[in-house]
């Protein structure tokens, strides 16, 4: 189930694409599965066909959806190499940091304020 907070600063086609890439990581949308066609989310979420289209350009992009002509866009196994190389920057990300000297609690706010984590404490 995807929601979009009209009030929030995010824009719809970032709430929109972050909550299907969460979906899909979180195996809640399984390989294969087809998504429903742009005007269906649309209709259904009170958005602009383009802001849906943008959401899938951007899944597209980074490999979490792949769209194929006349039969629609479906999770691709991409995600789970996604995760891997989410593993593989946080290994230098934990190396980097150990170098660096930094400890572990300030590389984890680091790496919340970097997410946009409003709850991280400035710099």
């Known amino acids: 189930m ?27 949308l399984v390989v294969g599965t087809r998504l429903p066609t742009i005007r269906r989310p649309a209709a259904d ?3 602009a066909a383009n802001t849906v289209g943008r959401a899938y350009r951007e899944l597209e992009e980074a490999g979490l959806i792949e769209t194929r002509r006349a039969a629609g866009s479906f999770v691709t196994a991409t995600g789970d190499e996604g995760r891997e190389r989410a593993r593989a920057a946080a290994a230098e990300y934990a190396a980097l940091i150990t170098r660096l000297g930094i400890g572990g609690d300030e590389a984890l706010t680091i790496v919340r304020a970097a997410l946009g984590d409003p709850a991280a404490p400035g710099p």
């Open 2 to 28: 995807v929601v979009i907070d009209t009030a929030s600063a995010v824009p719809p086609f970032e709430q929109l694409r972050a909550q299907l890439a969460r979906q899909i990581q979180d195996r809640t």
């Open 45 to 47: 979420l009170g958005l």
